[in-house]
């Protein structure tokens, strides 16, 4: 998706973005994004951005690894009569360029720890999507 903010405290140095499905049926929730190591200077993702299209990508960037195993956003698909899911989008600014300790088999739940002790600030926006 395309994804824009503004506002960062002054001094973060690079931001970090997830999308996270609790209303998934397995423990856990469903990670569908986990994107890290976005330059300071990032206001904004192009629709496609990351392994899809990796050119879209800021310089310097890292995908983590999905609940669907592989890095790259993977987009709503919750099972048939489930109902409508949450979908929640959190930004992180964070006050290092590069997470220590994360790389491209980092998972969301192994990133909120790497990050935890790095957050300057956050925003959160929540989407639903379901399917009858």
């Keep these: 998706p395309e994804v824009q903010w503004s506002g960062a405290p002054s001094e973060t140095r690079s931001f970090a973005l ?15 994004w986990v994107f890290f190591n976005l330059p300071a200077s990032t206001m904004s993702l192009a629709a496609g951005a990351g392994s899809t ?18 890095p790259g956003y993977g987009g709503p698909c919750p099972p048939v009569g489930s109902g409508a899911h949450h979908y929640i989008f959190t930004l992180y600014a964070l006050d290092e360029a590069r997470i220590p300790g994360a790389s491209a088999k980092t998972t969301g739940p192994a990133l909120k720890l790497l990050v935890a002790k790095h ?3 956050q925003a959160t926006r929540i989407g639903r999507f379901g399917r009858p």
């Design 119 to 121: 957050i300057l600030g």
């Design 53 to 70: 299209n990796p050119g879209a990508a800021p310089g310097g960037s890292v995908e983590g690894t999905t609940s669907f195993g592989k």
């Design 18 to 32: 997830t999308i996270w499905d609790p209303d998934a049926p397995v423990h856990g929730g469903w990670w569908h």
